[in-house]
T-cell receptor, first 109, second 113 residues
Framework: GQNIDQPTEMTATEGAIVQINCTYQTSGFNGLFWYQQHAGEAPTFLSYNVLDGLEEKGRFSSFLSRSKGYSYLLLKELQMKDSASYLCAVLDSNYQLIWGAGTKLIIKP | IAGITQAPTSQILAAGRRMTLRCTQDMRHNAMYWYRQDLGLGLRLIHYSNTAGTTGKGEVPDGYSVSRANTDDFPLTLASAVPSQTSVYFC????????????FGEGSRLTVL
């Protein structure tokens, strides 16, 4: 079966750095997405990785290792507005997105 | 404003009633999707359409139907609502199936009593 695992909840301090991990087992791989979802709102796109390595976009970076079935999202200089759920999703061999359950990130002052 | 519009944003429905959730996009995206999101389960695909005139079943299609008469509209119908269909429903679209990001509507919160 297809499976994506990510921690249910994480807590971090404003100004700090946090890493949210995602491991996957899917039928084929055509890329990995990270989305941010604030409570009561729709998910919004953060990043897309299809090749191994680190992609940096401002305070957010996303890393992929295809051989390990592993990705992480790195958030630097945390701000209170970063409190949200972070969703990991893999594009499988049929180009359908398989979603993780999401990681709720709580930022404390 | 370009994007995806869903209606209604919130609805309380008696069990057994028929309900259609509307979804319209103006980005001329070929692919459209309906997801439900429940606490602790993440997004689950109900139905999808890769292009106008075609539809396909996702992970949890039972009790739901869709149609795709044109590029812009992708309504989701619950023929006879049941309490287990209480959820938040998101419509999404994608311009490029193999790599493109998903654009989501604001969601429709449905409560079936």
């Amino acid at each position: 079966g297809q499976n994506i695992d990510q921690p249910t909840e994480m807590t971090a301090t404003e100004g700090a750095i946090v890493q949210i991990n995602c491991t996957y087992q899917t039928s084929g791989f055509n890329g990995l997405f990270w989305y941010q979802q604030h409570a009561g709102e729709a998910p919004t796109f953060l990043s897309y990785n299809v090749l191994d390595g680190l992609e940096e976009k401002g305070r957010f970076s996303s890393f992929l290792s295809r051989s390990k079935g592993y990705s992480y999202l790195l958030l630097k200089e945390l701000q209170m507005k970063d409190s949200a759920s972070y969703l990991c999703a893999v594009l499988d061999s049929n180009y359908q997105l398989i979603w993780g359950a999401g990681t709720k990130l709580i930022i404390k002052p | 404003i370009a994007g995806i519009t869903q209606a209604p944003t919130s609805q309380i429905l008696a069990a057994g009633r028929r309900m259609t959730l509307r979804c319209t996009q103006d980005m001329r995206h070929n692919a459209m999707y309906w997801y439900r999101q429940d606490l602790g389960l993440g997004l689950r695909l109900i139905h999808y359409s890769n292009t106008a005139g075609t539809t396909g079943k996702g992970e949890v299609p039972d009790g739901y139907s869709v149609s795709r008469a044109n590029t812009d509209d992708f309504p989701l119908t619950l023929a006879s609502a049941v309490p287990s269909q209480t959820s938040v429903y998101f419509c999404a679209s994608r311009g490029v199936v193999d790599t493109g990001e998903l654009f989501f509507g604001e969601g429709s919160r449905l409560t079936v009593l």
